[in-house]
C-alpha cells in the first residue's frame, strides 16, 4: 500500500512539473521557489491544525539539513524544467537512486568494505551512460547547463531523499516534515529574488500566474505522499515505484508541449530508469544496512 503512495506521488510532481513549465515563462527560478513555499506553508499549516498536530520537533537541525539540501534539488529541477523539455528534466531529476548507489560504492571503497560492488559499480555507469545519451540533444541545442543543473538536482534528491527516511524512522510526523520544507523554501526563495528578478503581477500574463497557487498545492501534495511512502514503506520498493513520474512527465511533456526529443535521448531516459531501478534492488540485496534502505 505504501508505494502507491509513492505513485501518487509522482503524479502529484509531475503535475507540479507542468505548472512550472508554464510559470517559468513569466517568473524566475527564485521566485518560483519562494511562492511555491509560501503556498506550501499555507496549505500544510491548515493540514496540521486540521490533523491536532503540533509543529514543534526535537530534531530542529535534521530539518535544517533537508530543508537545505531539498531546496537546492527544488531550484535545480525548477531551473531544469523550463529550459530543459518535461521528459528530459524530470528523468535527470529521478537520477537520484543512481546518486545513492554511488555514494554507497563509494562509501564501502572508502572504508574497506569487503561487500561485492561489482553489479552496483556496473549499474552505476550504466546510469551515467544514460546521463549522457539523454544530454546529448541538448548540447547540439546549446542546452547543456541546463542539463548539468538538472543532473545536481538529482544529486541532492539522493541526499535529501535520504534524510526522509532518517527522519522518518525516528517518528517525525510526515505533516511537519513537509512543513519545514516548506519553510525552507520560502526562505531560500526571497533571498535569491534579493540579487536576481522580482516580476511585477501587472506584466504577467493570467494563464502563467494561474499556475503559482497550484503548484504549491502540488507540491505539498508530493512531499506528503513521497514522505508517508519513504517514513512507512519498504524503501526498495517505495524508489522504485517513483519511476513511475517518468511516465507521466512523458506524456505529458508530447500531449501539452509537443517537445522533440531524439530517439537517443528517449533510449537515454530509458537507460537511466532501468540502471536506477536495478541499483535499488542490488543495494537492496548486497547493502541492508545503508540508510538509503531502511524502512
Same mark, same amino acid.
Given at each position: 500500500m505504501q508505494a502507491l503512495w509513492m505513485v501518487l506521488a509522482s503524479f502529484w510532481f509531475a503535475l507540479m512539473a507542468v505548472g512550472i513549465k508554464y510559470a517559468s515563462n513569466s517568473f524566475g527560478t527564485f521566485e518560483l521557489v519562494f511562492y511555491r513555499g509560501i503556498v506550501s506553508i499555507i496549505f500544510m499549516g491548515i493540514v496540521v491544525r486540521a490533523r491536532g498536530a503540533t509543529l514543534r520537533t526535537p530534531v530542529p537541525m535534521m530539518h535544517m539539513w533537508r530543508s537545505f539540501i531539498g531546496v537546492i534539488s527544488l531550484g535545480?529541477?525548477?531551473?531544469?524544467? +523550463?529550459?530543459?523539455? %518535461?521528459? !528530459?528534466?524530470? @528523468?535527470?531529476?529521478?537520477?537520484?537512486?543512481?546518486?545513492? $548507489? /554511488?555514494? #554507497? *560504492?563509494?562509501?564501502?571503497?572508502?572504508?574497506?568494505?569487503?561487500?561485492?560492488?561489482?553489479?552496483?559499480?556496473?549499474?552505476?555507469?550504466?546510469?551515467?551512460?544514460?546521463?549522457?545519451?539523454?544530454?546529448?540533444?541538448?548540447?547540439?541545442?546549446?542546452?547543456?547547463?541546463?542539463?548539468?543543473?538538472?543532473?545536481?538536482?538529482?544529486?541532492?534528491?539522493?541526499?535529501?531523499?535520504?534524510?526522509?527516511?532518517?527522519?522518518?524512522?525516528?517518528?517525525?510526523?510526515?505533516?511537519?516534515?513537509?512543513?519545514?520544507?516548506?519553510?525552507?523554501?520560502?526562505?531560500?526563495? +526571497?533571498?535569491?529574488? %534579493?540579487? !536576481?528578478?522580482? @516580476?511585477?503581477?501587472?506584466?504577467?500574463?493570467?494563464?502563467? $500566474? /494561474?499556475? #503559482? *497557487?497550484?503548484?504549491?498545492?502540488?507540491?505539498?501534495?508530493?512531499?506528503?505522499?513521497?514522505?508517508?511512502?519513504?517514513?512507512?514503506?519498504?524503501?526498495l520498493v517505495v524508489a522504485s515505484m517513483q519511476y513511475a513520474g517518468i511516465v507521466f512527465a512523458v506524456f505529458f511533456s508530447l500531449a501539452l508541449f509537443g517537445d522533440h526529443i531524439t530517439p537517443t535521448g528517449w533510449a537515454g531516459i530509458a537507460v537511466i530508469v532501468t540502471s536506477g531501478i536495478l541499483a535499488t534492488v542490488l543495494r537492496s540485496r548486497a547493502l541492508p544496512d545503508t540508510p538509503a534502505e531502511e524502512h
Open positions: 535545480s529541477w525548477f531551473y531544469a524544467i +523550463a529550459h530543459l523539455p %518535461l521528459a !528530459t528534466a524530470m @528523468t535527470l531529476n529521478y537520477m537520484s537512486g543512481v546518486w545513492v $548507489a /554511488a555514494f #554507497v *560504492v563509494g562509501g564501502a571503497l572508502l572504508y574497506g568494505k569487503n561487500q561485492p560492488q561489482g553489479a552496483l559499480i556496473g549499474t552505476v555507469l550504466m546510469g551515467f551512460t544514460g546521463v549522457v545519451m539523454t544530454l546529448r540533444p541538448t548540447m547540439d541545442q546549446n542546452q547543456l547547463f541546463a542539463g548539468v543543473v538538472g543532473l545536481l538536482s538529482g544529486l541532492a534528491a539522493a541526499l535529501a531523499y535520504m534524510q526522509v527516511t532518517a527522519l522518518g524512522k525516528i517518528g517525525e510526523p510526515e505533516e511537519r516534515t513537509v512543513f519545514y520544507f516548506s519553510v525552507g523554501s520560502a526562505v531560500v526563495g +526571497a533571498a535569491g529574488m %534579493l540579487f !536576481t528578478q522580482f @516580476t511585477p503581477w501587472s506584466s504577467v500574463a493570467w494563464q502563467d $500566474a /494561474a499556475w #503559482v *497557487v497550484p503548484i504549491g498545492i502540488l507540491a505539498s501534495l508530493g512531499q506528503w505522499c513521497m514522505t508517508r511512502a519513504y517514513s512507512q514503506g519498504a524503501t
